[in-house]
């Protein structure tokens, strides 16, 4: 069983950046596609970014694609979330996911693990 668990949230400033992490235990990350989706109050949790189990191929939501990039380091068990440039709308929980068979998928529901979450506030 992975337990998947998210640091690096907090509240920042429009035009700020942060660093999420997501670490692993219980299993390796090594044979996981790996991904980031975000959750605002009344919404629905939306897809963020994603990678395949050797970081090989990224993928993005147009609304974060060239401001956040997603990477990973399978020795530490860990990935990343690097947020730039960040704005209002950015406002969430941010959770990131393991999946086992899709290799990084857009949809939350082919992920098999998740984290607890991490708040991400941007003031305007």
């Known amino acids: 069983q992975v337990q998947l668990v998210e640091s690096g949230g907090g509240l920042v400033q429009a035009g700020g950046s942060l660093r999420l992490s997501c670490t692993a235990s219980?299993?390796?990350?090594?044979?996981?596609?790996m991904g980031w989706f975000r959750q605002a109050p009344g919404k629905e949790r939306e897809f963020v970014a994603s990678?395949?189990?050797?970081?090989?191929?990224?993928y993005y939501a147009d609304s974060v694609r060239g401001r956040f990039t997603i990477s990973r380091d399978n020795a530490k068990n860990t990935v990343y979330l690097q947020m730039n440039s960040l704005k209002p709308e950015d406002t969430a929980v941010y959770y990131c996911?393991?999946?086992?068979?899709?290799?990084?998928?857009?949809?939350?529901?082919?992920?098999?693990?998740w984290g607890q979450g991490t708040q991400v506030t941007v003031s305007s």
């Open positions: 996911g393991a999946d086992s068979v899709s290799g990084g998928s857009l949809y939350s529901g082919s992920y098999d693990y």
């Open positions: 219980g299993g390796t990350l090594d044979r996981y596609g």
């Open positions: 990678t395949t189990w050797n970081g090989g191929t990224t």
